[in-house]
Nanobody, 125 residues
């Protein structure tokens, strides 16, 4: 059974850090481009970051560039999202997914094959 499981979310103060993990089971993650998406209440889903399966190239939304870092550990079949300098506007449910793409320089989910269940990130004092 193909499954993605996110972990690492929680409550953090502005300026703090969190590391999200996306662990895959039932398939090998390194065959896929993996993306992180987020959705805040009342807002559309936003592509946050994407890492390619071919050469490890990474892509970020302008809103997180310089603060978030995506990485993958193929031996552990896991992708990470290191989030630093968190802001209240980063509050959302974060999802990892396979098959992220770039469309007009934005991370796009039109061809996502599998989604995780999501993990809540809340940035608040």
């Amino acid at each position: 059974q193909v499954q993605l499981v996110e972990s690492g979310g929680g409550l953090v103060q502005p300026g703090g850090s969190l590391r999200l993990s996306c662990a895959a089971s039932g398939f090998t993650l390194d065959y896929y481009a993996i993306g992180w998406f987020r959705q805040a209440p009342g807002k559309e889903r936003e592509g946050v970051s994407c890492i390619s399966n071919s050469d490890g190239s990474t892509y970020y939304a302008d809103s997180v560039k310089g603060r978030f870092t995506i990485s993958r550990d193929n031996a552990l079949n896991t992708v990470y999202l290191q989030m630093n300098s968190l802001k209240p506007e980063d509050t959302a449910v974060y999802y990892c997914a396979t098959d992220c793409i770039l469309v007009q320089n934005k991370i796009n989910s039109d061809y996502v094959g599998s989604w995780g269940q999501g993990t809540q990130v809340t940035v608040s004092s």
